[in-house]
């Protein structure tokens, strides 16, 4: 019998998730011996064209990583889904719309001419803009349209699963690729993580207090973090909480906040309501004022609560139309 | 005026005060602008942001929140967690393009008919003011299938 098909493709990302399956190590090795590794851009020379080549259906698995932010993200996820049996959105990026979702809080024209005219280090006296086709002596060239709106993978195409986290920890992309070996995958569209807070598992837990108040918000670097102390209590954002656990807390322990790349737990639609529903509650302060004093220290509340998932929160992107009262 | 924009609003009002204010302007027969929803909850610590946010993006042109009076929280504490949570939400929805004047929190006891009336009267009239709350769709997956063929000839003239 003949080995699996298995394709591996990259959108709007870094190049982390890429980074997470070369993490699996000596374990590498046991999946390229389980399975036929038929696309995967960023580390074997095999083309669209041989995508497109194959029967519809012709590839088990297809792990897709990053945002969809061009037209041609959006065909190639469009081709994968076409070929494949089973989609995988792979990290937070395709899981929630991550980083680049953020881009959601501007429109195009903003981001461009921000970044190819405004920004201090860039010059640019033609104002010249990256343009979807060049007519240049040697013929015309072409790049993919710029999308107004960053999108989550399964705003796109139909996903199967989740593997969720930026990027992924080994230990559950092992755990996933054993489930789609052995043919032991949960219901369809799970998120393959368990579906807990963080702070269930939390090194720290013992060290949170029964009430939870914290009077002033502060950023790491402004503080001395004690290694042994609930963030929380220490007043950093830790979203432990509300995010979901399947990292064993690496962040945390690495001494650092948790941010929330996993997503929230099964129940919640919203991840940056809850967050800063959770953030909120333990403020100490009743008064007005004082509540102003304690949560207006908060730098950027939609990077911080909405950081890997604004394309797919309720709002999904800043909303750019004025009221019209004469409607 | 026949095509004056009337706004949507929705209210969470809270079950011990809110809620019997609004009662008692109705038995009261006090008018005010038919333009709010009403939903009972136990609380206004019950009002999880998820829940406004779900509204606006359901076609709500505002939100208002009613709950009881600092101190006098059936729960407590629960109306102090409503601020708390109002104030980090507003700050959130300035952000998101939402304007202020869109979502409102308000005390009112059991025995304020009144205040429900100028309350919801002011605040129909500031959102009326404000327009209609056009928020962009969200996008969803769209059918492959009846893509698959336009894909594979696209993709294969592209080659690599």
């Given amino acids: 019998m003949s080995k699996p098909k298995v394709g591996f493709y990259w959108c709007a990302s870094c190049g982390g998730c890429e980074e997470a399956v070369v993490d699996l190590a000596e374990d590498v090795l046991k999946v390229v011996e389980a399975v036929d590794i038929a696309f995967w851009p960023v580390a074997l020379d095999f083309k669209r064209a041989d995508v497109a080549a194959m029967a519809d259906g012709e590839m088990a698995v297809c792990f897709v990583n990053g945002a969809v932010r061009t037209s041609e993200q959006e065909e190639m996820a469009r081709l994968m889904r076409l070929k494949s049996q089973l989609i995988i959105a792979f990290g937070s990026c395709s899981h929630m719309g991550g980083i680049p979702g953020l881009a959601n809080m501007t429109d195009c024209e903003t981001l461009l001419r921000r970044v190819y005219q405004e920004v201090p280090s860039v010059a640019n006296p033609d104002c010249i803009l990256p343009q979807e086709r060049c007519e240049v002596p040697q013929g015309s060239l072409t790049l993919p349209a710029l999308h107004d709106t960053v999108s989550s993978l399964d705003q796109m195409i139909p996903v199967d699963y989740y593997l969720p986290g930026c990027p992924p920890p080994v230990k559950l992309i092992k755990d996933a690729v054993s489930a789609i070996l052995q043919g032991a995958m949960p219901p369809k569209g799970s998120v393959l993580a368990p579906d807990v807070a963080m702070c269930t598992g939390c090194p720290r837990k013992d060290s949170k207090p029964e009430k939870l108040l914290v009077s002033a918000f502060k950023r790491p670097h402004e503080i001395q973090i004690d290694p042994a102390k609930c963030l929380l209590e220490q007043g950093l954002l830790c979203m432990g909480p509300v995010t979901r656990s399947g990292c064993d807390a690496a962040c945390v322990e690495g001494n650092m906040p948790c941010t929330g790349c996993l997503g929230p737990t099964g129940r919640v639609r919203d991840f940056g309501a809850k967050a800063l529903s959770a953030v909120a509650s333990i403020a100490d302060a009743t008064e007005e004022s004082k509540i102003a004093g304690v949560l207006d220290k908060i730098v950027d509340p939609v990077g911080t609560f909405y950081r890997y998932s604004l394309p797919t929160s309720i709002l999904h992107k800043r909303n750019r139309h004025e009221g019209n009262g004469a409607h | ?160």
């Avoid at chain 2, 929140?65 to 102090?80: A, W």
């Fill in chain 2, 1 to 160: 005026m026949p095509d004056q924009f009337e706004p949507k609003i929705v209210a969470f009002f809270c079950n011990w005060c809110t809620y019997l204010a609004a009662d008692l302007a109705g038995t009261s027969r006090l008018k005010y602008a038919p333009n709010i929803r009403v939903v009972r909850l136990m609380c206004s610590g019950r009002v999880d942001p998820q829940f406004v946010l779900d509204a606006f993006a359901k076609g709500a042109d505002g939100v208002l929140i009613g709950g009881c009076h600092p101190g006098d929280c059936h729960y407590q504490e629960g109306n102090y967690k409503a601020l708390r949570r109002a104030h980090l939400l507003r700050t959130v929805l300035r952000e998101m393009g939402i304007e202020d004047d869109r979502f409102r929190l308000e005390w009112i006891s059991a025995s304020e008919g009144d205040k429900v009336r100028t309350v919801v009267n002011d605040m129909v009239a500031k959102v009326r003011a404000l327009g209609p709350l056009h928020l962009a769709a969200k996008p969803t997956p769209q059918v492959v299938a009846a893509h698959a063929h336009s894909i594979t000839a696209a993709a294969v003239v592209g080659g690599a």
